[in-house]
């Protein structure tokens, strides 16, 4: 739990910063942070959104004006690199069920 609030919390003030996630240099450690984060609810079984554990950071830190001002653009950030990690694992499951059942010679489930 403390490992998704602190992750959360530093994506919430990196993108506040200007950074957005991609493949490359503070984008990449800001798309791992949101990442882990994500992979952790699912393993703890949060079905809450990352937006939704991320709006108590803004109360919190209200008094932070960059937080107040960019905070949709954040929340939107969030919400789209969640939206293609779990999509990627999702296409990931499959590859990985269709490999294991051409494995053991079975067609499907």
Do not use: C
């Not at 703890?44 to 960019?70: M, R």
């Not at 939107?76 to 296409?91: P, V």
């Amino acid at each position: 739990m403390r490992i998704i609030a602190d992750h959360i919390k530093a994506a919430v003030f990196i993108i506040a910063d200007g950074v957005l996630p991609s493949n490359t240099e503070q984008g990449y450690v800001l798309r791992r942070l949101i990442r882990r984060a994500v992979r952790n609810m699912k393993e703890l079984k949060i079905e809450k959104q990352i937006v939704q554990i991320a709006e108590p950071v803004f109360e919190i830190y209200n008094d932070y004006l960059h937080l107040k001002k960019n905070k949709q653009k954040i929340l939107k950030e969030l919400e789209k690199e969640e939206e293609k990690f779990l999509e990627t694992l999702e296409k990931g499951l499959e590859i990985l069920n269709q490999k294991v059942f051409e494995k053991e010679g079975k067609s499907d489930w």
